[in-house]
């Protein structure tokens, strides 16, 4: 009788890092990254304690920041802006001569090489601070959608590469789509935040960008988190719609759903790894409680193992500098 085989010994591929990088199986670098800048109109920055990469900044100085960045490395941009004044209709969302498309102007100028996104909502421009136009206390999906098509043509106008609607508003796709068309913009790239949660984990961005609703709470437009096959349709319908990418979001939370994305979509998948993913890591390393550096490459390799082919993160600018050798 045969001796049978031996078992197999996993662990001699683990033996030197050099064995261990021949047969990795996800891999990324600061090329795969976006990073999130804040813009605003008014005079003030603004800076959140302790989490530098939610600092607001003036057109200036944000140009200045993503010119650092992109000289370390970062080759993607993703602006919000902050208005002078708010207003129930986000008047300043599709201001041409608002935060983002001045930022975005003088970006295209002094940076040719970034490319430059632009997320589309009103949360951050409406006086009561959600993502669309009211009808009593109601969100109005399809009063907001003209206005999401106007901030996304004016974005596209002063030259952004990319426009990401995020206000969870049924065919705003679609609607951007038209727009642009209409605006003689079809070369516009749309990458839809298609599954985006009702999450607890954009708390520091709200703090950010001065968004959070000032009454009741955004469940009534964005996804519940305990939903992954409506997610699938969201990111199918988006698709039909005409989206050139699709988001997920938040990040971490969301693996499974990135997994199964990946098998049933082919368009490039982008994952965000939000301001509460962010503010979760910085917080536990400066109490010591982990390495931040290896807790960020550890969360970003899942994001990617997971499916994701660009991931939008506050830690971009950090990871491009550790990983690139600080040059482009
Ligand atoms: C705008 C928008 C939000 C985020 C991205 N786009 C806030 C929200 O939905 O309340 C959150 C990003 C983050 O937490 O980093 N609608």
Redesign the pocket.
């Known amino acids: 009788m045969a001796t049978p085989p031996l078992p197999a010994r996993p662990r001699r591929w683990r033996r030197t890092s050099e064995l261990r990088e021949l047969v990795s199986e996800t891999r990324w670098s600061h090329e795969n990254l976006v990073l999130?800048l804040f813009v605003t109109a008014g005079r003030t920055a603004l800076d959140v304690q302790g989490l530098p990469a939610?600092s607001r900044t003036r057109v200036e100085e944000t140009v200045r920041s993503a010119q650092e960045a992109h000289d370390l490395g970062v080759r993607a941009v993703l602006l919000?802006g902050i208005p002078a004044r708010k207003d129930a209709r986000g008047t300043g969302a599709y201001d041409p001569k608002g935060p983002v498309p001045s930022a975005i102007r003088r970006l295209k100028e002094s940076v040719p090489g970034l490319v430059v996104m632009a997320?589309v909502?009103?949360?951050?421009y409406t006086d009561h601070g959600h993502?669309g136009v009211l009808v009593g206390d109601h969100v109005d999906n399809d009063r907001s959608l003209p206005l999401l098509g106007r901030a996304a043509v004016a974005y596209a106008e002063a030259g952004a590469d990319v426009v990401?609607p995020?206000?969870?508003m049924d065919h705003q796709v679609r609607a951007l789509r038209e727009a642009l068309e209409a605006a003689g913009r079809p070369e516009t790239l749309v990458l839809s935040?298609a599954a985006?949660f009702?999450?607890s984990?954009?708390?520091?961005?709200?703090e950010?960008?001065g968004?959070?609703?000032s009454f009741g709470d955004?469940r009534g437009y964005?996804m519940d988190p305990r939903n992954a096959r409506e997610a699938m349709r969201e990111l199918a319908l988006d698709e039909e719609e005409g989206a050139d990418a699709l988001m997920v979001?938040?990040a971490l939370p969301c693996l499974d759903l990135l997994a199964e994305a990946r098998r049933r979509f082919e368009l490039p998948l982008a994952a965000?790894?939000?301001?509460?993913?962010?503010a979760m890591i910085k917080a536990a390393a400066r109490e010591g409680w982990l390495e931040e550096a290896k807790a960020v490459d550890e969360t970003l390799s899942a994001i990617r193992r997971a499916g994701a082919d660009l991931l939008?993160s506050?830690f971009a600018r950090e990871v491009a500098e550790r990983r690139s050798g600080g040059g482009a």
């Open positions: 999130p939610l919000f997320d909502c009103l949360c951050e993502c990401a995020s206000a969870m935040y985006k009702a999450s984990f954009y708390g520091p961005f709200r950010a960008a968004s959070a609703p955004r964005q979001k938040p965000y790894q939000v301001s509460g993913e962010y939008v506050y």
